[in-house]
């Protein structure tokens, strides 16, 4: 089994940064990419970012870009996102995910979630 364990979240005021972190650990797993995702309350799950582990290409969801920036440490088998100029409408849990090739563009294995409050 593969086990992913976000954590970093936390209330910030708007403005403000945080980074969480993921971290991968369990049997190998040749993954494809990461991505993170948020689910604000009431809403649908949406994917936030997404980095390819190989060659580290990232996609963004137009609400962050500029804003947000994923990274990842392969050595650690870690990803990072980094969250700059929080805005209330950030506050969502945040998950990261695990994609392997075969399983695209579905995503395999899924953190517990990092709550992630932003106020104004």
């Known amino acids: 089994q593969v086990q992913l364990v976000e954590s970093g979240g936390g209330l910030v005021q708007a403005g403000g940064s945080l980074r969480l972190s993921c971290a991968t650990s369990g049997r190998t797993f040749s993954r494809y990419a990461m991505g993170w995702f948020r689910q604000a309350p009431g809403k649908e799950r949406e994917i936030v970012a997404r980095?390819?582990?190989?060659?580290?290409?990232?996609d963004y969801a137009d609400s962050v870009k500029g804003r947000f920036t994923i990274s990842r440490d392969s050595a650690k088998n870690t990803v990072f996102l980094q969250m700059n100029s929080l805005k209330p409408e950030d506050t969502a849990v945040y998950y990261c995910?695990?994609?392997?090739?075969?399983?695209?563009?579905?995503?395999?294995?899924w953190g517990q979630g990092t709550q992630v409050t932003v106020s104004s």
């Open positions: 980095i390819t582990w190989s060659r580290g290409s990232t």
């Open positions: 995910a695990a994609q392997s090739r075969a399983a695209l563009p579905e995503y395999d294995y």
